[in-house]
């Protein structure tokens, strides 16, 4: 039976602890709301990019450039993982992981080279532990508020650099779509060969300057960047929606765990003073 | 006049979006001017000014550092990034240049090159015109 004080510090302990989620969650929920606007604002172009290539790409005939039709063989794959810098947001970066994990073993089992990019730390940490000789580089956005085109296009840029070396035939994109606060789906999206539906063609000529070639060409390496500011904007709304329910959590657990100590305490303390009543009762008939 | 709808984004956001008479457009193989029912086209944009007419005394002029622009009944311009000509000046412009050296020193490829000193060129037109 712990004593009177003790049940008084546990009391206390469970309060502050409930103190630091609750900021914590409302901090998320502020971020959440930028993140979310972020994400939103880029959407328009991200969307746009995709319909302009699809126009264009529904009008080639045959190969295009590798970017566009892959290198032809799909032996080494570049899995670009993309996870959060801290953790304290429920499964937001085990879930990637566990994605990405599960692809990385299927592939291995098929036989086939696995390459791995990780972006932010957590996944980095979660990863090393399996498949330390995988990773090939980390990229590191701790010191980035809000994520901006400058810092997805040097990822972008490294990216398509080792697919012109014949590094990798197949880059695929790992992170959380942000639906709503309780819902972040882990996704893996296809880079490069470029996963691009082609609508009907255009009816008519479509004239382009400089060429088709040319275009696509300068095209499809700023499709990936942008492909993946895209993801890492998703994965940023993600973190933050993850982070706010799990402190929501937390919050309320600590609610609970108070209110059952308090009754603990209470109850305590009311038997003592019973006690100690009923002595000086007995104690004072015995006269 | 007749009007159709412009839109302008960069990979951060929408920038513009409406109903706009005229557009002239600074792509790779010169100014042009888009209006209502223009052929389909698709091309490259190099860094230079968007000039927006909205209505017959309204202009709009901004700054665009490259991009694409696809016209298919509307036209849509991808920049990569684009701001109000009058929050760009000199000094701003002085630093592009710099930037754009320094990749020109950096670049290893041949391709790179010429991007590089290509766009060197049309920055170095741009800070005429706006000196002027």
Known sequence: ?287 | MATFHFELVSPEKLLYSGEVEAVVVPGIEGLFTVMKDHAPVMTVLKAGVIEIDEAANKKTKLFVRGGFADVAGSLTILAESAKPLEELNAAQLAQEIQNAEEDLADATSETAKKQASEKIDQLKELQAALAA
């Open chain 1, 1 to 287: 039976m712990p004593s009177l004080k003790d049940l008084r510090n546990r009391i206390a302990s469970v309060k502050a602890t409930q103190k630091i989620t609750k900021a914590m969650q409302m901090v998320a929920a502020a971020k959440l709301r930028r993140a979310q606007t972020a994400a939103e604002a880029a959407r328009p172009y991200a969307e746009r990019m995709e319909t302009v290539l699809a126009n264009l790409a529904s009008g080639i005939s045959g190969g295009g450039p590798a970017l566009l039709s892959g290198t032809g063989k799909s032996e080494t794959h570049l899995l670009i993982v993309a996870t959060a810098e801290r953790g304290l947001c429920g499964g937001f970066n085990s879930s990637i992981v566990r994605l990405a994990r599960e692809r990385i073993l299927a592939l291995q089992a098929e036989g086939k080279t696995v390459k791995i990019l990780c972006v932010g730390k957590k996944g980095y940490e979660q990863l090393k532990r399996q498949f330390e000789k995988l990773i090939v580089e980390v990229v590191d956005l701790r010191s980035v508020r809000q994520i901006g085109f400058e810092n997805a296009d040097p990822i972008g840029k490294k990216v398509i650099g080792w697919f012109e070396e014949g590094q990798f035939d197949v880059a695929t994109l790992f992170y959380s779509k942000f639906r709503s606060v309780i819902a972040q789906i882990p996704t893996a999206q296809q880079l490069i060969p470029a996963d691009i539906q082609c609508g009907a063609p255009l009816s008519g000529a479509y004239e382009c300057e400089p060429g088709e070639d040319e275009i696509l060409a300068a095209l499809l390496p700023r499709n990936i960047s942008v492909q993946i500011f895209r993801g890492l904007l998703e994965n940023a709304a993600s973190e933050q929606g993850a982070r706010m329910s799990a402190m929501d959590n937390a919050t309320r657990n600590a609610g609970e765990m108070i209110k059952k100590q308090t009754t603990i305490y209470n109850r305590s303390r009311q038997a003592m003073i019973t006690k100690e009543l009923i002595e000086i009762i007995s104690g004072a008939e015995a006269l």
